[in-house]
């Protein structure tokens, strides 16, 4: 890992600046003065380079515990891209989901199927406008289309995480694409659950833990 020196890290902003302060511990400010190479003279930009340093330790102590393996939820059953839209579907309403991994036999990850893939073959950005034209009478669902398989829908590659990926990864991640969920695989690459975008922010909230 490369180390910065005090003036990079008091004048890099990090990931974790806009996260609220928290109490630092003894351990977490040592751990910081040890990242400091040389001889460590206390500047003001010293105590702001230990201070950042210091913090980010203890943010990696209070997240600990938030790991994809953790917050994923596991009962999700994948679609396969051969699978035609028709019985797609109704799988997203039996799991009350709005996002399915899509597999291979391995249950290799291929892809994933999201409501939004879906409004969007049908020419519309959102469900209230996909109402609106059904109200309307107006045609927008073709019978041939039901029997498209789901391998032309998905969305492919898809950002998946493993399960030990921790709270910067996480971060990184779902910053790197507007999705709901992403898959979580296993080692050796299989998918093993399914990580919601709304169940990481909850337990990603700086001002209600402890």
Known sequence: MTKHSSRESSEQPSAQDDLAEIALTDDDILEAMREIPGYLDITTMDFRAVY????????????????????MRREVSPLTPEIPLAEAIPSFVRQGL???????????VLGILTETDVLRWL???????????VITEEPCIRSEQHHRPVSEFM???????????????LLAAFAGHPGRAMP???????LVGLLLRKVFLTAYH?????
């Open 52 to 71: 950042r340093l210091a913090h980010r330790h203890a943010i990696d102590r209070l997240f600990s515990g938030i790991t994809a393996g953790r917050l």
């Open 98 to 108: 709005k996002s399915l991994p899509v597999v291979d036999g391995q249950r290799r």
């Open 123 to 133: 020419g519309a950005e959102t469900f209230l406008a996909l109402l609106a034209r």
């Open 155 to 169: 969305t492919s590659p898809v950002v998946s995480v493993p399960m030990d990926a921790g709270l910067r990864e």
């Open 184 to 190: 979580v695989i296993s080692i050796d690459g299989r």
């Open 206 to 210: 700086p001002d209600r833990r402890s």
